[in-house]
């Protein structure tokens, strides 16, 4: 069982609080990623349920066991949580073959040579790395290197796997496919990750769950699509996809835009001056139309998309129309723009 659970946990070092009164639970079998700006606490996090950091305060369980405990001092070491880990830099080790890297964490706990030698080859089956065994790391691909640390993370067979933004060395390319790759093993396997990554598309694409942290506080606990179309508050907005901010007074029956001379009718709940934010890809662009209008100043033709901006009044709009029918408007020309979709934060929320 490697439901992991998270109770209040908070790391100082010195007066910074990387991590900051964190509740989470992870279920079991479940993909939960952890996301957010450089420097936000998420390895501090990761590192405190492997057992490489105590917690200052709060508890972390797995299963029904505690771990890790800033109140009593509970502190189970590291290679007693039956976990495994790839770190941010994956730090295979540049002396050992890659068999010998695989085998390691067994050699470790002094399993049998015959026994080490059937695991490490499935292990390295598991990554499509067979054939591999006696390179070393320099004679492999980034992605192969990336494979051989994923490979020694799963060879103990842990029930849990922490994975450190695994991706973040290798090429675009590289990174998408490994995404699926990853996400396959975890299917295979059925255990429980916690894939720590900055990179918004990484967490939408791989994850059951989504945690958007900032400053070591969680923003937003929940599944992909909540996060992207329900945002609970502008920093959550703001990190994941694109958006334009205007300012807002908002009432019970309409938001007013005075920047771009705007008001829409909408039912709102909660009221008061602050932001709307509007995606790109939510804002319908036309050459006639009525309402809001302005002067279409630049155009990126990107293939799939066209990426406009839009000057109305005070701000600049950005528009993305993925309609596929693209029609040539003239740089200079007046266009309409009709916003399908816009969330609203008052200034009481966070
Ligand atoms: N060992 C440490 N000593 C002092 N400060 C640290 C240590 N580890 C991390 N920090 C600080 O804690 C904060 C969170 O860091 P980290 O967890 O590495 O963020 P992230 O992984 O999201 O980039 C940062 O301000 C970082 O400088
Ligand atoms: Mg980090």
């Given amino acids: 069982m490697a439901e992991v659970i998270i109770q209040s946990v908070t790391k100082k070092f010195g007066e910074v609080k990387a991590v900051n009164d964190f509740s989470a639970t992870i279920a079991d079998g479940e993909f939960v990623s952890i996301l957010g700006p450089s420097g936000c606490g998420k390895t501090t996090m990761l590192r405190m349920v492997a057992g490489f950091e105590r917690p200052t305060e709060g508890d972390i369980y797995i299963g029904d066991k505690l771990i ?15 976990i495994g880990m790839v770190f941010q830099s994956y730090a295979v080790w540049p002396h050992m073959t890659v068999f010998q ?11 049998s040579k015959a026994e080490m030698t059937d695991r490490t080859n ?9 054939g591999y065994g006696e390179r070393f790391p320099h004679q492999l691909s980034g992605g192969q290197q990336q494979r051989v640390a994923l490979a020694r993370a799963l060879v103990g067979e842990p029930r849990l796997l922490l994975l450190d933004e695994p991706l973040s060395n290798l090429d675009a390319k590289l990174r998408e496919s490994m995404r699926f790759e990853i996400k396959d093993l975890q299917k295979k396997l059925k255990i429980t990750v916690i894939y720590v990554t900055h990179d918004q598309a990484e967490a939408m694409a791989m994850s059951d769950r989504i945690i958007v942290m900032n400053q070591g506080i969680i923003q937003q606990n ?13 920093i959550v907005a703001d990190f994941i996809g694109l958006v334009n901010f205007l300012p807002a007074e908002i009432t019970a029956g309409s938001i007013e835009m005075p920047t771009i001379g705007f008001t829409l009718r909408q039912a709102n709940s909660t009221t008061g001056k602050g932001l ?3 995606r790109p890809e939510h804002i319908t662009i036309s ?8 002067t279409l100043l630049h155009k990126f033709y990107l293939g799939d998309s066209i990426d406009y901006r ?11 129309d993925k309609s596929g029918s693209f029609e040539e408007y003239p740089d200079g020309e007046t266009v309409y723009l009709e916003f399908n979709k816009l969330m609203a934060f ?5």
């Fill in 101 to 111: 890297n695989i085998a390691y964490p067994l050699k470790i706990q002094k399993v």
């Fill in 346 to 350: 008052p200034q009481s929320g966070k």
């Fill in 122 to 130: 499935k292990a390295l089956e598991l990554v499509h790395l067979e």
């Fill in 68 to 82: 890790s405990s800033g109140q009593n001092g509970t502190f189970l070491p590291p290679e007693k949580r039956n």
């Fill in 222 to 234: 929940d599944k992909p699509q909540n996060i992207y179309e329900n945002p609970t508050n502008k």
């Fill in 276 to 278: 709307v934010a509007v």
């Fill in 287 to 294: 050459k006639t139309g009525s309402g809001l209008s302005g």
């Fill in 310 to 320: 839009v000057k109305v009044k005070d701000e600049m709009i950005r528009v993305i």
